[in-house]
């Protein structure tokens, strides 16, 4: 099993900046790739950005050159740097870690944070 925690959600104006955190613990040491996925009202969820253990990174075209993906040295925790940010990016954000591989393979998600762009 895997916990996966988010922080760091709220309301900011358009223009401004954000960092979400995703902690994750548990048997953390079979996970392969973290990412962070959103979801507007009335929308499917999507992806925004993922980041493997190698440290390869890769971004959905709306956030390509706005928001960065990292995470610390222990990969107990990823982070998304979002700037300049649009009232399109409002939504709730996921934390999803890819865990295992073949038929024991399972995907875990947090609970999810709000981000809110608004004046």
């Known amino acids: 099993q895997v916990q996966l925690v988010e922080s760091g959600g709220g309301l900011v104006q358009p223009g401004g900046s954000l960092r979400l955190s995703c902690a994750a613990s548990?048997?953390?040491?079979?996970?392969?790739?973290m990412g962070w996925f959103r979801q507007a009202p009335g929308k499917q969820r999507e992806l925004a950005a993922t980041?493997?253990?190698?440290?390869?990174?890769n971004y959905a075209d709306s956030v390509k050159g706005r928001f960065t993906i990292s995470r610390d040295n222990a990969g107990n925790t990823v982070y998304l740097k979002m700037n300049s940010l649009k009232p399109e990016d409002t939504a709730v954000y996921y934390c999803?870690?890819?865990w295992g591989l073949g038929p024991g393979a399972h995907d875990y998600w947090g609970q999810g944070t709000q981000v809110t762009v608004s004046s």
């Open positions: 999803k870690a890819d």
């Open positions: 548990g048997r953390i040491f079979a996970i392969n790739a």
């Open positions: 980041i493997t253990t190698g440290g390869s990174t």
